[in-house]
């Protein structure tokens, strides 16, 4: 039996079902679009805010809507973990592995510039090999740790980002 946990109003709440809005990634990835990854990220950055970690990442367990809703499915009794010592670091590398399966990797990047600080996106990028990501992850194609390293080292190479996104493409006329 599965149980969902979601972040909302800064407190973790635990689901016996999803919202009825929410598809698992690994089966509606292709309906991301930018705007919904910026919300992606500021949801998973709540749950390093609260001191938690989803775990080894998973498509199949990783739920969204459009809207940037997010929750997380656990199997077996599991449930959310107390982050490690070195904080959000291997779950953010993790994230943006997964999140660049469905999305370009200048657009997974390019928008967690605007949530994470540079310090936060190098601490990532110390964890963004196949040693300290999930196998589950590494595993499923394609092959593109090495793609998001690179993308990220030029990101924190760059600095901090300057300006707010408009989202004019993204926005209904």
Do not use: C
């Amino acid at each position: 039996m599965m149980t969902y946990y979601t972040v909302e109003q800064g407190l973790m709440r635990r689901l016996a079902q999803p919202p009825i809005a929410m598809r698992p990634l690994a089966s509606n990835g292709q309906s991301l679009l930018p705007p919904t990854i910026s919300a992606l990220h500021a949801r998973f950055r709540e749950w390093g805010e609260l001191g938690f970690s989803p775990g080894p990442l998973r498509a199949d367990h990783t739920w969204f809507d459009t809207e940037g809703g997010l929750l997380f499915a656990f199997s077996a009794g599991r449930a959310p973990r107390p982050l490690l010592q070195v904080g959000t670091a291997p779950d953010l590398a993790a994230w943006f592995v997964l999140l660049d399966k469905w999305m370009e990797t200048f657009v997974v990047i390019a928008r967690a510039r605007a949530v994470w600080s540079v310090g936060e996106l190098a601490g990532a990028l110390t964890f963004l090999s196949p040693a300290f990501l999930p196998p589950a992850l590494v595993q499923q194609p394609p092959d593109n740790w090495a793609r998001v390293a690179q993308a990220l080292a030029e990101a924190v190479a760059d600095g901090p980002l300057v300006g707010a996104s408009q989202e004019r493409h993204w926005r209904a006329a």
